[in-house]
């Protein structure tokens, strides 16, 4: 199905352009293109003209390492529903009834969607790794609540197809029907509670604990899923603990994931502070990341009109990571990110990807000098 796509938007394409320049700061590699006129290659295209993120880019974390932004129309996706419907029907074995399901909801969610979102990578507090994402909605809590019906559908699939792998493999038991059927009800009801009550008990024995809440705080609703990890406890289990140190070094020994809906902003996060980043962003205040200084110099220098921006510092990343890579630190620059830009012109679609020329020399030094 994929090849199908692709060959039907080379057939699409009434120009390609393949650009490679250079400074002395950066190489730049990038490509425009012109698709024909009303073809749904260009409908899908012409979602991202006009349009900029960096009101959504501004919520991140100024901390981030990795971040992505965009604000295209969301509407535009259906020009291409169709080939996204085989897809899933061809991956989740569906039925055409439950294809027809993912229709409406894919359909509703573009309806209560401006188009913004966002997501990114970040250290959260003593952890390397934090992660946060929000998608801007006319109705957040009914765009999460058609989010978990689009999950339900393919978890139901997901959950079948992986039942009849283990009955092929000769895998089944009391336990792994148990297992299934606990996992197709949280499915199928949209909570983690069921699988909790099962499997809680023998997780805390391992080290990590589980606990579920819901709290509501100036107009942002969330759910929160609280993880308190006993990494001797894990180590142990685990028969070593080198892996629990590297394990408590990128998520922390009191982690969380939320889920948050404000008036105008979806939120996830995922870390030690998730909660206070998953309101904030569902509440839509500013995080900083706009204002960080190498972030804002290197988003200046990236293609005009960009509706869609990807940044990777990968010298920040390493420091994040220096207790599980400490050979990695200071590998890297930190004043010279990875940045890709893309958007629409007046009536082309392009794409810029700038490799600053001091981290191609971190790379090449790493090699060797070669």
Not at 74 to 84: N, V
Not at 166 to 183: I, L, R, Y
Not at 199 to 213: Q, R
Request: with cysteine; net charge neutral.
């Amino acid at each position: 199905q994929s090849m199908k796509m692709l060959r039907r938007w080379l057939t699409e394409i009434q120009r390609l352009e393949l650009l490679l320049d250079g400074d002395g700061e950066a190489v730049h590699l990038g490509f425009r293109m012109l698709a024909t006129a009303g073809s749904n290659l260009r409908k899908q295209l012409d979602g991202a003209r006009g349009r900029e993120p960096s009101a959504i880019a501004g919520l991140l974390p100024a901390n981030s390492y990795f971040t992505l932004a965009s604000n295209v129309d969301p509407l535009s996706s259906l020009a291409g529903i169709d080939d996204s419907l085989k897809v899933f029907e061809t991956t989740f074995k569906m039925d055409a009834a439950a294809v027809k399901a993912v229709e409406t909801e894919m359909r509703a969610a573009a309806k209560l969607q401006d188009g913004q979102s966002a997501f990114a990578a970040y250290a959260d507090g003593s952890a390397a790794l934090g992660l946060a994402g929000a998608i801007g909605s006319s109705d957040p809590t009914g765009l999460l609540a058609v989010m978990k019906r689009l999950l339900s559908i393919v978890g139901v699939r997901l959950i079948a197809i992986a039942r009849a792998e283990a009955a092929k493999d000769g895998d089944k038991s009391p336990e792994s029907d148990k297992a299934f059927e606990v996992v197709s009800k949280a499915v199928g009801a949209g909570t983690l509670e069921p699988i909790i009550t099962e499997f809680g008990p023998l997780a805390e024995k391992m080290g990590v604990k589980l606990a579920t809440n819901s709290t509501k705080e100036g107009g942002v609703s969330c759910d929160v899923l609280d993880i308190t990890i006993d990494w001797a406890k894990v180590a142990a289990a685990a028969g070593g603990s080198t892996e629990a140190e590297q394990g408590k070094a990128v998520i922390g020994d009191r982690t969380a994931l939320t889920l948050c809906a404000g008036k105008t902003m979806l939120s996830f996060a995922v870390g030690p502070s998730a909660l206070e980043q998953g309101r904030r962003l569902a509440a839509a205040k500013v995080g900083g990341l706009n204002e960080q200084p190498v972030y804002k110099g290197a988003v200046a220098k990236s293609v005009d009109q960009a509706a869609m921006l990807m940044y990777a510092n990968l010298g920040v990343a390493m420091k994040a990571f220096e207790k599980v890579a400490p050979q990695m630190a200071g590998v890297f620059p930190s004043d010279r990110p990875i940045v890709i830009g893309c958007g629409s012109r007046t009536e082309s679609f392009g794409c810029r990807f700038d490799v600053p020329i001091k981290l191609i020399n971190a790379f090449k030094q790493l090699g060797g000098g070669r």
